[in-house]
């Protein structure tokens, strides 16, 4: 009787740490908003598993918990359902997903610095084309509205978050500053392009500054960022040069 008890115990446990990606148990002094906060910031399922000490019977799933994890204070954290241990435990455990970006993300955004280096080789060649210096303004305002409406998904991933209106808000800024570029003539507008990829940067750089799931974003959007201006002003300089 005892053994099936024990089976019972372990199957119970099982399928409570297995309930979700993130499993936190944790006692009612455990303050654990920040930490719900971040998962939901990441789009981590996860669950919290309440664990009042006055009762006899958690006092006793918590003596289950210590013998089968070793860890012998609250929060545990099981990832997948694998013991990870407290919460720096777990965050570092998250760490890739926090702070990493993909390999497709990385292929992607680098691979989008091209028609930038097409451009100002095109113009280093015919720097006298509007044709070319058209095409790579043009290129520059797509980006710029795309830059912008990664505010949006933002806001629809987490439409609860204090920051939604200004996010929202800035998100159509730059598509609207970068069509108002393209009237320009060729040299104005690369010039105004410039300028508004600057901008975009540093405003873009305040606006991400506190969210710790678009860490390896930020890192990326840093190199992006500083690659295209670098085109940008090359290519500027270019046509200006060409008169």
Same mark, same amino acid.
């Given at each position: 009787?005892?053994?099936?008890?024990?089976?019972?115990?372990?199957?119970?446990?099982?399928?409570?740490?297995?309930?979700?990606?993130?499993?936190?148990?944790r006692?009612?002094?455990?303050?654990?908003?920040?930490? /719900?906060?971040?998962?939901?910031?990441?789009?981590?399922?996860?669950?919290?598993?309440?664990?009042?000490?006055?009762?006899?019977?958690?006092?006793?799933?918590?003596?289950?918990?210590?013998?089968?994890? &070793?860890?012998? &204070?609250?929060?545990?954290?099981?990832? =997948?359902?694998?013991?990870? &241990? +407290?919460?720096?435990?777990?965050?570092?455990?998250?760490?890739?997903?926090?702070g990493?970006?993909?390999?497709?993300?990385?292929?992607?955004?680098?691979?989008g610095l091209?028609?930038?280096?097409?451009?100002?080789a095109?113009? /280093?060649?015919?720097?006298?084309?509007? @044709? #070319?210096?058209? /095409?790579l303004a043009?290129?520059?305002?797509?980006?710029?509205a795309?830059? +912008?409406?990664?505010?949006?998904?933002?806001?629809l991933? =987490?439409?609860?978050?204090?920051?939604?209106?200004?996010l929202?808000?800035?998100?159509?800024?730059?598509?609207?500053l970068?069509?108002? /570029?393209? @009237?320009?003539?060729?040299?104005? +507008?690369? +010039?105004?392009?410039?300028g508004? #990829?600057? %901008?975009?940067? #540093?405003?873009?750089?305040?606006?991400l500054?506190?969210?710790?799931?678009?860490?390896?974003?930020?890192? %990326?959007?840093?190199?992006?960022?500083?690659?295209?201006?670098?085109? %940008?002003?090359?290519?500027?300089?270019l046509?200006?040069v060409?008169?």
């Open positions: 009787m005892a053994g099936t008890e024990s089976r019972s115990d372990a199957e119970e446990l099982r399928a409570l740490t297995e309930s979700a990606e993130v499993v936190v148990f006692s009612g002094l455990t303050d654990t908003r920040e930490l /719900a906060a971040w998962l939901e910031r990441l789009g981590v399922d996860h669950t919290f598993v309440d664990m009042p000490m006055g009762e006899a019977e958690q006092r006793e799933r918590f003596r289950r918990l210590q013998q089968h994890t &070793g860890w012998h &204070g609250l929060p545990m954290a099981f990832h =997948h359902g694998e013991f990870v &241990g +407290g919460e720096p435990e777990l965050r570092r455990a998250l760490a890739p997903a926090a990493e970006p993909s390999h497709w993300l990385s292929a992607l955004g680098y691979g091209v028609p930038f280096i097409a451009g100002a095109a113009l /280093a060649v015919r720097p006298d084309s509007p @044709l #070319v210096a058209t /095409a043009g290129y520059a305002a797509v980006i710029l795309f830059l +912008g409406a990664v505010h949006w998904g933002r806001v991933a =987490h439409p609860e978050r204090a920051d939604a209106r200004r929202l808000q800035w998100g159509v800024i730059p598509a609207l970068a069509w108002v /570029a393209l @009237l320009a003539p060729p040299p104005v +507008g690369l +010039g105004l392009m410039l508004l #990829v600057a %901008l975009v940067h #540093v405003v873009d750089r305040q606006l500054a506190s969210d710790p799931a678009m860490a390896g974003y930020r890192r %990326l959007r840093r190199h992006l960022s500083w690659g295209a201006l670098a085109l %940008l002003a090359l290519s500027w300089v046509v200006l060409a008169g």
